[in-house]
């Protein structure tokens, strides 16, 4: 059965997003539709390339996956057909794609569609994923475009004795999520010890695996499933109890052995 995702701000209270589906499944009643989320904040398109980003991998090579976020006011704007090792994406040229990738130079299309429909996502979505599951050619979905609107992450700043990042997630459980992975930490780290600053809270100078490793109720750092450093609290909400939010400043401080 053909996969396809569905990433969107539309929330569970509404139609929008079964209409999407039906118009999917009148073109193919085998597609198998899977929900990233549509609890993404509303217009946030960084909170959503941060979870399509580190979900879509996961999936099968040759799945489709559909982003609907910050698609209002719909004027003008211009939705796109990417190919991205051998996953493909349809959304808007609003910069999520770029959060999401980077710079991407070829198999970016440009897909037309009926400026004057008041729901034209419907449209968009389903002809795309029929297109692609109907194994017509990639390069014939749309026109082709050489570049995407641009969208600069925030990125850490490193020193050989400190990492300054930010909070760039928090998660359904208030874990605080920065822009540290483990790839970076560790290249800057060398085993030495640390000192982990944010807001106005005591330090933490350990780095755990587990959220039981502490006692219930003190807060502790490690690196999530995605392998991002996450500070949280055993069996707590980190966010509300540290006062931390989106684009908050954290930074780790590493001395000599």
């Known amino acids: 059965m053909p996969i396809v995702t569905l990433t969107t701000d539309f929330g569970n209270n509404d139609y929008y997003v079964a209409v999407l589906k039906g118009a999917m499944l009148s073109l193919n009643p085998m597609l198998n539709i899977v929900d990233v989320s549509h609890n993404v904040d509303t217009f946030d398109i960084v909170q959503a390339a941060f979870i399509l980003k580190n979900a879509y991998a996961d999936f099968p090579k040759g799945t489709v996956h ?38 991407i130079n ?41 570049k995407i609107e641009e969208r600069i992450s925030l ?73 991002y450093l996450e500070i949280a609290i055993h069996m707590g909400k980190a966010a509300s109890l540290l006062g931390l939010k989106v684009g908050d400043a954290v930074q780790i401080d590493f001395h000599s052995k």
């Open 66 to 103: 559909l982003v609907s976020v910050n698609n209002a006011p719909i004027a003008g704007k211009v939705f796109l057909a990417v190919r991205y090792k051998e996953h493909y994406f349809i959304g808007p040229d609003n910069g999520i794609f770029a959060l999401m990738f980077g710079e």
């Open 106 to 146: 070829e198999d970016i299309y440009e897909i037309e569609y009926d400026r004057d429909n008041p729901f034209p996502l419907k449209d968009i979505f389903a002809k795309a994923v029929h297109h692609i599951k109907g194994g017509l050619p990639f390069n014939e979905i749309g026109i082709p475009i050489e």
């Open 155 to 227: 990125q850490p700043v490193i020193s050989p004795t400190q990492i300054r990042g930010a909070v760039i997630h928090i998660d359904n459980f208030e874990n605080v999520i920065l822009n540290i992975d483990r790839p970076l930490f560790h290249r800057v780290w060398n085993m030495r010890q640390f000192e982990l600053y944010y807001k106005r809270n005591n330090p933490i100078t350990r780095l755990c695996q587990h959220y039981a490793d502490v006692p219930i109720g003190d807060p502790l750092c490690l690196f999530n499933c995605a392998d």
